[in-house]
């Protein structure tokens, strides 16, 4: 069994897969000051949860974005399976043919989402993660890693709308199912979710427009499913896509 690691600016999320599929998935929050003695405690309860013993995990690959936690994190791993972990970076293989301008500088959850959008969907793809950043990565069809671009996540942009003011509150985020609010709650939930879906959709059209490809859109991150169904030009959302990738990559290690 493998246990893929996520480590965001957000949420660190964990997935269990056996034979290529995800069995369980979890999330902590991402917090720099947790030693790894309380990363290997909240491991073990959640393996616990699932019915997982330590013995059957055989497997760690982690892909992060947070330098401060990796060290915790990593010796929890260490302590509490006895295995050394795969951390995706440089000297790692991938399979993907980076070409940007330095691809050392290029996030370890963009290239994990990259993968195993490439692998399980073909190419020519891009991929768009929404998190707490709004990445975009194009993929050509002979597995290149092209372009990308990164823009502010709707959550993200939601917290700075009502932290900012100082007599809108917070809102729900959804498809309101109109952009005619009636009301200051309405108006702030239309005005999001609109506002930011436009933006996906002229950001993918301007990918169109530039690659001059006819491309797959996959999606991932915690508020994909909802923008997935709201528009017809994102063509799968893939909630476990970053922990595939991860473990097509910890594949390409043996």
């Known amino acids: 069994m493998l246990l893929a690691v996520d480590i965001g600016n957000t949420n660190i999320s964990l997935g269990f897969l056996d034979g290529g599929a995800v069995i369980a998935s979890f999330r902590i929050t991402t917090k720099s000051h947790h ?3 309380e990363y290997a405690l909240m491991l073990r309860r959640f393996m616990g ?20 936690v990796m060290h915790a994190f990593r010796n929890s791993i260490v302590k509490l399976l006895g295995v050394e972990p795969v951390v995706l970076g440089p000297g ?10 330095n691809p050392r500088a290029v996030g370890a959850d963009r290239i994990a989402d990259s993968v195993g959008a490439y692998e399980l969907y073909g190419g020519p793809v891009l991929v768009i993660d929404f998190g707490t950043a709004t990445t975009y990565d194009y993929v050509d069809a002979d597995g290149a890693f092209r372009s990308g671009a990164i823009g502010i996540g709707l959550q993200t942009a939601a917290n700075a709308l009502w932290g900012g003011t ?18 200051t709650i309405a108006a702030m939930r239309a005005g999001l979710f609109y506002g930011f879906l436009g933006g996906v959709e002229y950001t993918i059209r301007r990918f169109r427009a530039e690659t001059g490809a006819v491309f797959h859109v996959v999606a991932t991150g915690g508020l994909g499913s909802i923008l997935t169904n ?3 030009m994102i063509d799968v959302y893939d909630r476990d896509l970053i922990f595939k990738g ?5 594949a390409r290690q043996r």
């Open 92 to 101: 790692v293989r991938t399979g993907l043919d980076i070409r940007m301008d």
């Open 35 to 37: 030693t790894a003695d």
């Open 166 to 183: 100082a007599q809108l509150p917070e809102v729900e985020l959804g498809d309101p199912g109109t952009v005619m609010g009636t009301n």
């Open 246 to 250: 991860l473990a097509i990559i910890h």
């Open 49 to 68: 949860m699932s019915g997982i013993e330590t013995d059957e995990v055989d497997g760690v690959i982690i892909s992060s974005v947070v330098p401060k």
């Open 230 to 232: 709201a528009t017809s």
